[in-house]
């Protein structure tokens, strides 16, 4: 018989932001079916509880609770680690997905705000998410977070360059947080999806020529959807990768290789 408790997620929790729809939901519904407890966080209650809904059918009552919560808010992430803690328990797995992308254009011509709030929410709340999810992890001696990146990270952008910006500052915040918390028996990685068929990018891939390039470019000759992130999302969080931290993932279909 073959031994697939490497990737056995039974009796883990698993809190997850950005999880109501795409690449979070996807990523939630492969933890669930692996047997780990879900939390399914985002902005809006109604499509959290629809998530939620979708796993408990499909993986029993009870696998998966929604809450909400507006990631830009320290009192509202800390309101989200609480009530994990009474519907569930303390937490095993984190997995933050949650960004925004307020402005397309030159970095030049970026509002204050719209800059502030790049950085505030893309980096800034995975520090304080981190800093309140630990102590349960430190607390067992073992523990997996990941943090959505991007390979924008890699490369200057003419429209993106805040957004890639704070995705490279989040590989600078894994880096770091691993080796500190690694001693403590936390291992820490970064997802850095390439161009993917998601609302939140639909601006980037719902033309013609976006399609071409994926197709005809791309070594795997097609765009990312939501499902290709469940694989790295059970893996980083399971046993499987009990030695891997630090890293910046790529899953991009072969277009940011040797990162």
Known sequence: MVDTSLFDLTGKVALLTG???GMGKSMAEGLAEHGAKV???SRKLDQCEETAAEINEK?????AVAIACNIGYKD???ALVDETHEKLCKIDILISNAGVNPFYGSILDIP????????ESNVRSNLWLVKMVAPDMIEKGKGSIAITASTGAFSGSETLGTYNISKLADIALVRNLALELGPKGIRINAICPGLVKTDFAKALWDNPEAAARANNETPMRRMGEADDFKGIAVFLASDASEWITGQAQTVCG???MWR
């Open 112 to 119: 204050d705000e719209a800059y502030n709030k790049t950085m």
């Open 254 to 256: 072969g277009t940011h």
């Open 76 to 78: 509202q992430l800390q």
């Open 59 to 63: 993986c029993g009552e009870g696998t």
């Open 19 to 21: 999880a109501s729809k």
């Open 39 to 41: 939390v399914i966080s």
